[in-house]
């Protein structure tokens, strides 16, 4: 029988998102707005005024005409518990993902905890509910059963892997807070569809409340973003954080 000590089991309560490749720039949304005008000269407007490209870009996100934030590529690396992965590949609009494979590879085990930080009581009813610090007693509790849990399911994986079953087979007993990774691909119009429902902020003209987990990897997403493109960050978060 496996013991624990045979196993280095990590645990984590952050996130890791970084930006591996990109083609995106404010100019991307002028060139395709005013190709509609210009034709091929769109191309020669870049050079102009960039007042009057803020201006555009604030119009185009003001009154929704959203085709030319599509014209960039982000590709973000991104590793975090799976449950937030299930959450995440609900964008499906303007986002490809490819994520890592238990089928394929053994599973690390690596898991998350949450760290005192995360809120832990629910108050109130779906739709309605707020999140509440927790006492240190139930910080205490879940952290020491969430660790107890994976220990075990981790333990009965690895053993049933030592025993010939195959690895599509003994990922069935691991967990939800088990950490993946993947990479995913978008364009601004999908990111900031993204940001609009799985962000919390003060300048959005719509609330949203997502899950604490999945709001740290759009935070760091956003930060990213917002230096690759800050005309049309800015004018994201001036319309109320809303997609166009």
Same mark, same amino acid.
């Given at each position: 029988m496996i013991s624990d000590?045979?196993?280095?089991?990590?645990? @984590? #309560?952050? %996130?890791?998102?970084?930006?591996?490749?990109?083609?995106? /720039?404010? #100019?991307?949304? &002028?060139?395709?707005?005013?190709v509609s005008t210009l034709g091929e000269q769109s191309l020669d407007e870049l050079k102009k005024d960039p007042e009057r490209s803020r201006g555009l870009i604030n119009y185009l996100m003001r009154d929704r005409h959203g085709s030319p934030f599509e014209h960039n590529s982000m590709t973000f690396f991104i590793? /975090?518990?799976i449950f937030v992965f299930r959450e995440f590949m609900r964008h499906r609009v303007g986002w490809s993902y490819n994520e890592e494979? !238990?089928?394929?590879?053994? &599973?690390?085990? %690596?898991?998350?905890?949450p760290? /005192?930080?995360?809120? &832990?009581?629910?108050? !109130? @009813?779906? !739709?309605?509910y707020r999140f509440v610090e927790g006492t240190p007693e139930q910080h205490k509790l879940a952290t020491e059963a969430m660790q107890d849990s994976y220990r075990q399911a981790y333990r009965t994986y690895r053993e049933m892997l030592d025993a010939g079953v195959a690895r599509e087979v003994a990922?069935?007993?691991?967990?939800? !807070? &088990?950490?993946?990774?993947?990479?995913?691909?978008?364009?601004? @119009? #999908?990111?900031?569809?993204f940001l609009g429902l799985r962000t919390q902020h003060e300048l959005a003209k719509v609330p949203s409340f997502p899950q604490r987990e999945i709001e740290m990897v759009g935070e760091k997403m956003e930060a990213a973003w917002?230096?690759?493109m800050p005309l049309t960050y800015a004018a994201f978060n001036a319309n109320g954080r809303v997609a166009p």
């Open positions: 000590d045979d196993i280095k089991i990590e645990f @984590r #309560s952050d %996130v890791t998102v970084e930006l591996v490749k990109h083609s995106a /720039a404010d #100019s991307d949304v &002028l060139f395709a707005a005013r590793s /975090a518990p494979s !238990g089928r394929y590879r053994e &599973l690390q085990p %690596v898991f998350y905890v760290d /005192a930080s995360r809120k &832990l009581v629910q108050e !109130g @009813r779906p !739709g309605k990922r069935s007993v691991l967990p939800v !807070g &088990l950490f993946s990774s993947m990479y995913a691909t978008c364009n601004a @119009r #999908s990111l900031m569809h917002a230096e690759l």
